[in-house]
């Protein structure tokens, strides 16, 4: 049977109320008490934004390994499982940021929630860096004084980091393609999205298209062009991913998985599995560690550990 993973308000900490609307800290502040390595955990109602000014190491997200270095920026969505495994004295800051606070901030159509309903993996140059380096420390310094108007000042700052990091995730659209990349790239964002909310209800793809104003053709086209794989392809993948996440860390038999996934026929969820991961169920669940899942290529038919788990391009530009 397997162990859940962990949930924090914070790392270590235990799942407690969050009186603040960002929380600041710099990452040797919790890493270094752990010898350096965060364990797998997650946390459930909070978007954690990651930058690496120094040094560096490995983050795992749900199960994919990415490599970081100076300038290495993360944003992670509640309920994704992650942990690190930072080199000694890396130097950087780890924001947490209430969902009621994005919601607060959301005033159009592409809310917070949209752009950062998925992990998001950057790496920046320089000028990026300086920008919210600047930002983080100011923000790091204002959540440790206590002087008057802390609360608006911090809500103000939790909204120049989402900024930045909205704007960041625009420029690696742009430096990818032209403005058709870009709209490319705006169209798999509200797919995925979608794919999101509703992907236990398993609607056809003929439905996903309509309801995105789009044909099913042009729909898998643009995903093949922005992340390498096909509309159906990132379905099935998101319905493995929920799977693998059951197995790892719930002791929900398989059964309960399937129906819970919208599965009507076990049986058939467990070919399904076993089709898309490599193994069965059961023998997942059994060591999860040893199983890698089948990573999404990317248009070059590669994998790329490090880049943007959505929309792989080049790295931002300095």
Request: glycine share 8%.
């Amino acid at each position: 049977m397997s162990a859940l993973v962990p949930a924090y308000a914070l790392y270590g900490e235990g799942p407690d109320g969050f009186p603040d609307d960002l929380h600041v800290e710099t990452i040797p502040a919790r890493a270094a008490m752990h010898d350096w390595r965060i364990r797998s955990h997650r946390h459930g109602a909070l978007f954690q934004f990651f930058f690496i000014a120094s040094g560096g190491g490995t983050a795992i997200i749900d199960s994919g390994a990415h490599a970081l270095g100076p300038g290495s920026a993360i944003a992670l969505p509640p309920l994704v499982v992650h942990a690190f495994d930072f080199a000694p004295s890396t130097e950087g800051h780890v924001v947490s940021v209430p969902t009621a606070v994005l919601d607060r901030l959301s005033h159009r159509e592409g809310s917070w929630r949209g752009v950062f309903q998925a992990p998001l993996v950057l790496a920046t140059g320089e000028a990026w860096s300086a920008e919210i380096s600047a930002v983080l420390c100011l923000a790091h310094g204002e959540y440790n004084a206590h002087r008057a108007g802390r609360a608006e000042a911090l809500a103000a700052l939790a909204g120049l980091i989402l900024v930045w990091f909205q704007r960041a995730l625009t420029a690696r659209e742009v430096a990818a393609g032209s403005d058709a990349g870009l709209s490319g790239a705006r169209l798999v964002q509200r797919f995925m999205a979608q794919l999101q909310a509703d992907f236990r209800l398993h609607p056809s793809l003929s439905d996903r298209a309509r309801r995105l104003g789009v044909s099913v053709p042009h729909l898998s086209r643009v995903c093949r062009q922005v992340t390498g794989s096909s509309a159906l392809a990132l379905t099935h993948e998101r319905l493995a991913l929920e799977a693998r996440r059951y197995l790892a860390y719930t002791s929900m038999t398989v059964a309960e998985i399937a129906f819970s996934l919208g599965f009507e026929d076990p049986a058939y969820f467990s070919r399904f599995f076993a089709r898309h991961v490599g193994v069965s169920p059961r023998a997942y669940r059994a060591d999860p560690a040893r199983v890698r899942p089948k990573p999404l290529a990317d248009a070059r038919g590669r994998s790329a550990p490090g880049e943007d788990m959505r929309t792989r391009g080049q790295p931002l530009p300095p």
